[in-house]
């Protein structure tokens, strides 16, 4: 009986040594990487166009005709979106999210040519990534702790702080010379976990999520075929990426893991699972790939995966070459709501000023307007007079928890946001959006470098003329 166990076991490792080494000499083999220099163009020797001039031009437009109006009607504490100069010049961001242990880590890794080198991305197949890390071109390597990057004035990470030190101890940046990190910025994220509470991470997850989101210009969301559940806490996620659906890249990672027959299956569930969350009439592309340096599985749709991969990433070299007019489309895009946010508190502002009287209450007359807008014309007044969507004006409800922290006596109506030297608030808004941002992008696309205006917002000495003084 004995010596059947020992032949038993014997026989066991034996096979258990066959694996392994089967494994072994699979992942030995290394993939063919020279695509991905060709199409991000990496290998190439012409240099990069200097936008420095344009952004130059660009921070002085958002300072002079967004910034003040900004200011004024307290617009920040309506959106919650500081534009800091960090922001405007710095590189395209991309965002990889997803839930644990589906290659998000890894594929930062194959990109950047990382692996099996001491600088790469820690991976598993538990989770293994609990920070947020942001990977950055310098001149060497070394990493960053978050309090540092929170600290920095010149980065683009300084409003982060809001989120409380337990985060910024979950913040990490990572510094490393690379041909592919002077154009692009990567953002990796901790891995959605189902079974935990958001509390229990001890900073606030969607919060920072939803912060990076409002800046990624391209958000990759990866999936492995046998982690399709959707539950609670990717469902806030997918709510979070609402009305950026042009900027997610759903990827199916990890495919040649499957059979073709299955990988179809697979496929068509991703879908069934995301159509509820995602309610656009056209979805966002699926990449359907395994993004990591060791040949594909034996039996598979290799030439299907390349072909996928290839076109990811061109979508990514897309993004970095049109860094600049995305840059200008998102300032004039961030100058259109202040605008709205501005002419709708100025609203806001006459209605109450129309509707007080000696003997009225100052705070039951505009708990009135607040909390029906639509019997006062509020927000009907601003579409009829005004060049505005109905698709841009923002929730009513926003502007009761606003006026609740601000009060309405705190604000000045536009007519009085005027003077002989810096001009109108809303002229200069209505300028930069209708005309100096247009300008700039027309420059970009032809080749030519902006110069910087030497008119002052009041238009070279002009007087400025208030459309909203009564005489």
Not at 240 to 255: F, H, V, W
Not at 390 to 415: C, E, Q, V, W
Request: charge should be negative; hydrophobic fraction near 35%; include cysteine.
């Amino acid at each position: 009986m004995k010596g059947t166990v020992s032949i038993c076991c014997f026989l066991s490792l034996l096979i258990l040594q066959a694996t392994a080494e089967e494994e072994e000499d699979v992942t030995s083999v290394l993939r063919d990487k020279s695509h991905i220099d060709e199409t991000l163009r990496l290998a190439s020797e012409e240099k990069a166009r200097d936008y420095a001039a344009a952004l130059e031009r660009l921070r002085k437009i958002y300072h002079t005709s967004i910034k003040p109006m900004e200011q004024a009607y307290k617009y920040n504490e309506l959106r919650q979106h500081e534009i800091s100069d960090g922001e405007i010049t710095s590189k395209p961001m991309v965002l990889f999210l997803g839930p644990w242990s589906v290659g998000k880590s890894t594929m930062i890794n194959y990109l950047l040519g990382l692996n099996d080198s001491p600088y790469q991305l820690y991976t598993g197949a538990e989770p293994t990534t609990s920070e947020f890390t942001v990977i950055t071109h310098g001149e060497k390597i070394r990493s960053v702790e978050g309090i540092v990057m929170a600290a920095d004035s010149s980065r683009s990470f300084s409003p982060l702080e809001k989120f409380g030190q337990n985060f910024l101890e979950k913040l990490i940046g990572i510094e490393m010379p690379h041909k592919l990190l002077e154009r692009v910025t990567f953002v990796d994220t901790p891995g959605i976990i189902e079974n935990r509470k958001q509390q229990e991470r001890g900073y606030p997850f969607n919060d920072v999520c939803q912060w990076f989101i409002d800046r990624a210009d391209l958000i990759f969301v990866v999936f492995d075929p046998t982690k399709l559940d959707v539950g609670l806490e990717l469902e806030m996620l997918f709510r979070q990426l609402k009305g950026r659906e042009s900027q997610i890249r759903i990827i199916l990672n990890k495919a040649d893991n499957l059979v073709t027959q299955d990988l179809m299956r697979v496929y068509g569930a991703l879908f069934w699972s995301l159509a509820p969350l995602i309610n656009v009439t056209e979805p966002p592309r699926v990449y359907v790939s395994s993004f990591w340096p060791y040949d594909y599985a034996p039996d598979t749709s290799r030439e299907l995966f390349k072909r996928e991969e290839i076109s990811l990433l061109e979508d990514l070299n897309q993004v970095i070459e049109n860094r600049m007019e995305n840059k200008i489309a998102f300032i004039r895009q961030h100058g259109i709501r202040v605008r709205i946010h501005g002419l709708l508190v100025d609203r806001y502002v006459q209605t109450f000023k129309e509707k007080m009287s000696f003997f009225s209450d100052p705070e039951l007359v505009f708990q009135e307007i607040v909390d029906d807008p639509d019997k006062f014309y509020i927000f009907k007044s601003i579409l009829a007079k005004t060049n505005v969507s109905k698709f841009d004006l923002p929730n009513r409800d926003a502007y009761r928890d606003f006026f609740g922290i601000n009060p309405i006596t705190s604000f000045k109506p536009l007519s009085a946001q005027c003077s002989y030297i810096g001009g109108c608030l809303l002229d200069k808004i209505e300028k930069a959006i209708t005309n100096e941002l247009p300008t700039l992008l027309s420059s970009i696309n032809s080749g030519k470098q902006p110069g910087l205006s030497t008119c002052e917002a009041t238009g070279c000495g002009e007087k400025p003329k208030n459309r909203y003084r009564k005489n």
